[in-house]
């Protein structure tokens, strides 16, 4: 003991910082290391969550994108057959329509034709 005191050191005053250090190390480590600590994980939690939900938005959002897609090649395919059933509806009514043209031409012909006949004969 007498060589610590040759030495500069007072026992008593190592002692009391050893134990002043000790108890601020236990009350550093009770209320600023783990709370930081604590805090720490569970905000890497949280994140980790987030990242895992906008993983699964970006997948959902990307399978709601190929459906709109595909749905969309089917209404413009659906608006197509439509348009061609139109198209084919018009161009046989338009065939009728020449038809009866044709035959009340034909018709009125006759009848004017009968009509000279009739005048001729009188």
Known sequence: MEFLGNLGIDLGLLLAQVVNFGLLLFLLTKFVYRPI?????????????????????????AELQEKERLELIKVKKHAQ?????????????????????????????????????????D
Do not use: P
């Open 37 to 61: 600590i604590t805090r720490i994980e569970k905000d890497e939690k949280e994140l980790q969550l987030v990242r895992t939900e906008r993983e699964t938005l970006d997948k959902k959002s």
């Open 81 to 121: 057959s439509i348009i061609e059933e139109a198209e084919e509806i018009a161009a046989n009514i338009n065939e009728r329509a020449q038809i009866e043209s044709k035959q009340e031409k034909e018709a009125v012909i006759a009848q004017i034709r009968q009509q000279l006949n009739d005048l001729n004969h």
